[in-house]
């Protein structure tokens, strides 16, 4: 198959047989996933923003003892959270009556239970001796001395942009390939500011913004779930894709059950974009918790991760009894095309697409 010029520079740079990224999407994906996307010809991902130094040690690994294909490890590069005491007891009291509806309360307190790449030494430290062929970077950007290291060892990074202002900042900050996320995709918005303006383009708009101003390969991230819309992302520009939510139902996975059935129901034709689960604005799939967020002012909600420390509780609560709709449900606008197959065989799906136009 003979793919644009674009597309061949991408491809030869991280060493791929195509031009599809499984985007690295924290609690979903999997070392088994990404071996599998890896080994299929594709690059694999695995997102280690949410794991302690250890387990992401450990995560490496075991993608390594699936492949031996080139994959990505992907990077929170959030801002430290401001602790505001008093608006954390006002959320927890604003979350109490639904801890209420399972017979639990409220945590007593709130924790920052995720540490930001750009102050984590030990995890930058495990990444760089490690020598994965992608790093990703989600949320901003670490310092010049980390990027700097980072390539030093051959590293290729990403950085994901939801505006052309973050990308040039990404570009000239020395990363290789920005990945263009647009308003649709699923999961958590990759600004740099989530309290700053967001002119919320689209994957294309985007895309084609990009391509036309940067000299990097351009990655469109949002709403494609198939070859048709991985053709149409390459007929714009884009030299490659980095899809999400059509990984969301692999055997790989980790969503589970609540999750899988939400994403095969009404609820996907209806995302939604809330701060109230995590703190930071993301794609979720319509449920219970998405609600609750729509009646809380923006401004009550703290700061991510601080905010997370509570949605994952109210969680753990509600599936406790049985009640799967409190979940970090995250899933872009197309969720409704997507589909449940082994991993490596959607990557064989997507090409066979791709190739019948």
């Known amino acids: 198959m003979t793919f644009p010029k674009t597309s061949r520079r991408f491809m030869d740079l991280i060493d791929v047989d195509w031009p599809i990224v ?13 071996a599998a996307v890896s ?30 294909r080139p994959f990505n490890v992907n990077v929170f590069c959030h801002a430290k959270p401001r602790r505001d005491r008093d608006k954390e007891r006002k959320w927890l009291k604003f979350l109490g009556p639904e801890f209420a509806v399972f017979n639990t309360a409220a945590p007593a307190s709130l924790a920052e239970i995720y540490t930001s790449f750009c102050e984590d030494d030990a995890m930058y430290a495990v990444i760089r001796e490690a020598r994965p062929k992608v790093v990703s970077f989600h949320f901003g950007l670490p310092g010049p001395q980390w990027i700097a290291g ?43 500011d989530p309290d700053g303006p967001d002119d919320r383009l689209s994957t294309f708009p985007l895309v084609q913004l990009l391509c036309r101003e940067l000299d990097v390969p351009v990655l469109a991230a949002g709403g494609i779930m198939d070859g048709k819309g991985i053709g149409a992302a390459l007929q714009l520009g884009a030299a490659g894709v980095q899809l999400g939510t059509a990984f969301i139902a692999t055997d790989e996975s980790a969503a589970d059950e609540g999750y899988r059935v939400a994403l095969f129901s009404d609820a996907a034709r209806h995302t939604v974009m809330t701060r109230a689960i995590s703190g930071r604005p993301a794609r979720c799939l319509s449920n219970t918790f998405t609600r609750l967020g729509q009646s809380a002012r923006l401004d009550a909600v703290p700061d991510y991760p601080i905010a997370y420390d509570a949605g994952k509780a109210l969680n753990s609560a509600a599936k406790a009894t ?32 791709l190739r019948a136009g």
């Not at 499984?22 to 990404?34: D, I, L």
């Not at 690059?43 to 794991?51: D, K, N, P, R």
């Not at 990074?157 to 920005?178: M, N, Q, R």
């Not at 970090?328 to 090409?351: D, K, M, N, S, Y």
């Open 22 to 34: 499984q985007a690295p999407m924290a609690g979903t994906s999997t070392p088994e996933m990404a």
């Open 39 to 68: 080994n299929a010809g594709a690059l694999g991902s695995i997102a280690v923003g949410a794991a302690t130094v250890e387990a992401a040690s450990k995560a490496i690994q075991h993608v390594r003892l699936g492949t031996s």
């Open 150 to 192: 980072l390539k030093e060892t051959g590293i290729v990074l990403f950085a994901t942009a939801t505006s052309p202002k973050e990308a040039h900042a990404a570009v000239d900050a020395g990363v290789d390939v920005i990945v263009a996320q647009g308003y649709e995709a699923g999961g958590h918005r990759g600004v740099f």
């Open 322 to 353: 049985g009640n799967l709709s409190y979940g970090a449900h995250w899933a872009g606008q197309g969720a409704p095309l997507a589909r449940a197959l082994p991993a490596g065989q959607l990557v064989e799906a997507l090409i066979e697409e």
